[in-house]
């Protein structure tokens, strides 16, 4: 699999150009189906794994620990840890447990960070976590202390590459500006919803937001910081009848750049789900996608999207597909 490269402050880590996100492993994706679908990317030359020490506390009987736990036992079956690039998260777990959520995350204070990076290393059997995240927006930390925490993290050989996931654009700038001010280790991945589709004006996601025009202009002038998409192919409603538009999707607009996507995918005799992904992909900046899989032939499809070239002219149908008509 072809592979892309994330700033780490030193020579640069290497990745697969998909990421496997674990989401659903351990809990609504049983372990057989599971390690089936690691193995496949594995043998795909699969590189990069993402997880949370979330997944899925929210399904029924889920704490969040299920799939670092389910990850730690494939990496120790299979031998193969010096092989994979473990991403995980961390200060988005409700604390104390079923307590409302967002207003009762974990948060990112030093305490927890640490704590909470501990723990992830252990349920992944590591002695270091290759890119680990700050999950969601802590506004009650002063943003200062959590570039600390994570710069410090680095520095002692736990974490390799840092990374902000669900944070404004505005926030993940003035972070790194305070990492390059006090010459510490910064943040050099972005991970935010992002997908063809663009949501109607002013759709809300809570604490999970669709990346913005502001985050990708941003990474457009920072050559060290990668971005990464999740959500990408909306849990299957791009090709799927019986999964319907998420709501914050469900527009005119999309209707329009849908018949577009269609045409393309066609003409390539290709899925709408791999024009999406390589939209992201050769895109400017481009995205490296996280893909949301639960079943070996789900996860072919996408590996087919590395095969397939977009050119200019293609392109620029699927980006120039009719905007909405602002309203008067």
Request: hydrophobic share 40%; with cysteine.
């Amino acid at each position: 699999m072809e592979q892309r490269t994330l700033a780490d402050g030193g020579s640069g880590l290497g990745v697969s150009a998909l990421c496997l996100g674990t989401m659903y492993f351990g809990t609504t994706v049983d372990e057989e189906r599971a390690f089936a679908v690691l193995d496949r990317f594995a043998e795909a030359g699969g590189t990069f794994i993402d997880t949370a020490n979330t997944y899925s506390f929210w399904v029924a009987g889920g704490t969040g620990v299920e799939s670092e736990e389910l990850l730690g036992r494939w990496l120790a079956s299979r031998g193969i840890r010096d092989r994979v690039v473990l991403a995980t998260k961390v200060g988005a777990l409700p604390d104390p447990p079923g307590a409302s959520w967002p207003e009762h995350a974990e948060g990112l204070t030093r305490e927890v960070v640490r704590a909470q990076a501990e723990a992830s290393l252990r349920r992944l059997g590591t002695d270091h976590l290759d890119v680990y995240y700050a999950h969601i927006e802590d506004r009650r930390t002063p943003l200062h202390d959590t570039v600390a925490t994570f710069a410090s993290l680095v520095t002692d050989g736990l974490v390799r590459v840092t990374g902000l996931s669900n944070h404004a654009a505005w926030r993940v700038a003035q972070a790194r500006e305070i990492a390059r001010a006090e010459g510490l280790p910064g943040f050099t991945c972005v991970q935010q919803r992002h997908t063809y589709l663009r949501p109607r004006p002013g759709a809300g996601f809570g604490a999970n937001p669709h990346i913005s025009d502001e985050m990708l202009d941003y990474a457009l002038s920072e050559p060290d910081l990668t971005v990464l998409g999740y959500s990408v192919l909306l849990s299957g409603a791009y090709t799927r009848p019986d999964r319907p538009l998420p709501e914050q999707y469900d527009h005119e607009d999309s209707g329009r750049r849908l018949a577009v996507l269609a045409d393309v995918a066609r003409e390539l005799g290709a899925t709408p789900n791999q024009v999406v992904l390589a939209w992201l992909m050769g895109g400017d900046p481009p995205v490296l996608p996280v893909l949301g899989v639960s079943s070996v032939s789900q996860l072919d499809e996408c590996l087919g999207a590395l095969d397939l070239v977009l050119d200019d002219e293609l392109r620029q149908r699927l980006d120039n597909a009719p905007a909405p008509i602002p309203a008067s």
